[in-house]
């Protein structure tokens, strides 16, 4: 209990002293037409893989840091830059980048720890509860064609 009010703190720190923020999600799809999603144990919901991107970083290093670091998975084809989008509901501050990705390997299971609770593939048709809103509003621009929308 100490150590998550400890990481919510530091969260909402770094949050609050940083200038811009820019981040990145990776909507994952296998060839059965499912998504690989997160649950992290300090926000509520199932969202796609991702962070931050750090100083000197780019957007494509940092969206493979993401999903070894979360998903335990690897590129091995591109992955495209879909959209960039302002995350107003995270700060007034807050931008993610969304890659699609489609070609990768799995490098086996990701079990829980202190940053993430589950993770998995999921049916588009059954998403699990508690998927957030962008992340659903995302599978439908990219998945449905439905236009982008430029917020999070």
Known sequence: MRRRIVTRLLHAWFWLSRGMTLGVRVMVLDAKG??????HTYVPGWHLPGG??????TLLDAARQELAEEANIALTGPA???????NRDASRRDHVAL??????RVLGPRPPDREIAETGFFP???????????TRRRLAEVLDGLPPDPFW
């Open 34 to 39: 499912r998504v690989f999603l997160v649950r």
């Open 124 to 134: 588009l048709d059954g998403l699990p509860d508690g998927t957030t809103g962008g």
């Open 52 to 57: 931050g991107v750090e100083a000197g970083q």
């Open 99 to 104: 890659f699609v990705l489609r070609d990768f």
């Open 80 to 86: 495209r830059l879909h959209g960039v989008y302002f």
